[in-house]
């Protein structure tokens, strides 16, 4: 049975559900990023205002990493390039591309960057799992043929010209979907009970590693893989992002800053610029010496030498 990527349809007015399975799964994602920064004194509202950001700067750059990944395609065809299409989006584009929005927003807010980003680590992979289900209304991210009873069927016009006398294939979108599930479950927990030693930004990291991880084995069972250098791409960017998160996890913990480290209850508020050394956001009184009347002494500029002037 074909799955019907239109869940309804109206006229010309269409809901798909690889549509609504990404804003659904953005949608939770800012709940647990709510729910994460309310427990450290933030304003719920914060994650919310934060999600319209990096919902334009996510799926900006996830279009981006597609054409990217397609470009023979789109350079004969660039009115394709961008729309309102319901398909042809890169996960790492959305990754990256949500991470400026955080940062931008951060930035313009005057909040900690890392902590912002750890708060939305847990949702991010959760919203990934939620979302590769669209693939499968969409007949997309599917893997090797396969004779298992749990193999998807995949319609004529879905198959790769190599794989045309196949019908069932390996459901790569549903493995990856488990695996970003238990990410999630993992990367929660640790981000409600971890407090020791903590230091801000270290679950966005975690999250970064066990994604990219995940992702290279998966590449594995896509016979549809952007290839560079032999390999798929996504691989080459799941091993610089092990190796780049894996090195700064550990270069963060050689000589942390005191203003790195998680403080559980207390959200981080920016010194005020107006503000002395102190941060009471009050002029500094500075005593001065006392000095004795009588030891102070008097000088006549007219009794002076004049080249002493």
Not at 257 to 282: H, M, R, V
Request: neutral net charge; charged residues 15%.
């Amino acid at each position: 049975m074909q799955p019907n990527p239109v869940l309804i349809r109206i006229g010309s007015f269409a809901i798909y559900w690889y549509g609504l399975l990404i804003v659904g799964g953005a949608m939770l994602a800012a709940h647990i990023a709510s729910r994460l920064s309310r427990r450290n004194g933030h304003d719920p509202e914060l994650a919310w205002n934060l999600l319209l950001v990096v919902l334009i700067t996510g799926i900006i750059g996830a279009r981006v990493y597609h054409i990217i990944s397609a470009w023979d395609y789109y350079r004969a065809n660039p009115g394709q390039m961008f729309g309102l299409q319901m398909s042809g989006y890169g996960i790492f584009g959305a990754v990256f591309g949500g991470l400026l929005g955080v940062w931008l927003f951060a930035r313009h807010y005057k909040l900690r960057f890392w902590e912002w980003a750890d708060y939305c680590a847990p949702g991010l992979i959760l919203a990934q799992a939620i979302g590769r289900w669209g693939n499968y209304f969409n007949q997309e991210l599917y893997g090797p043929p396969t004779d298992l009873p749990w193999g998807i069927y995949i319609a004529p016009e879905h198959r790769l010209p190599a794989l045309r006398a196949f019908e069932r294939f390996h459901p790569t979108f549903f493995y990856e979907s488990a695996l970003n599930f238990v990410g999630f479950l993992l990367l929660y927990y640790v981000a409600r009970r971890w407090k020791d030693k903590r230091l801000y930004g270290d679950i966005f990291i975690l999250y970064a590693m066990i994604y990219a991880v995940i992702r290279f084995f998966i590449e594995f069972l896509r016979p549809d893989a952007w290839i560079v250098g032999g390999m798929p791409t996504a691989q080459w960017v799941s091993i610089a992002m092990l190796l780049g998160f894996g090195a700064l996890w550990f270069v963060r913990r050689r000589q942390p800053k005191p203003a790195l480290f998680y403080l559980p209850g207390k959200p981080w508020q920016p010194p005020d610029e107006d503000e002395d050394d102190t941060g009471s956001g009050e002029l500094a009184v500075v005593p001065l010496p006392v000095v004795d009347e009588e030891s102070v002494v008097v000088l006549d500029v007219q009794d002076q030498d004049p080249e002493a002037r």
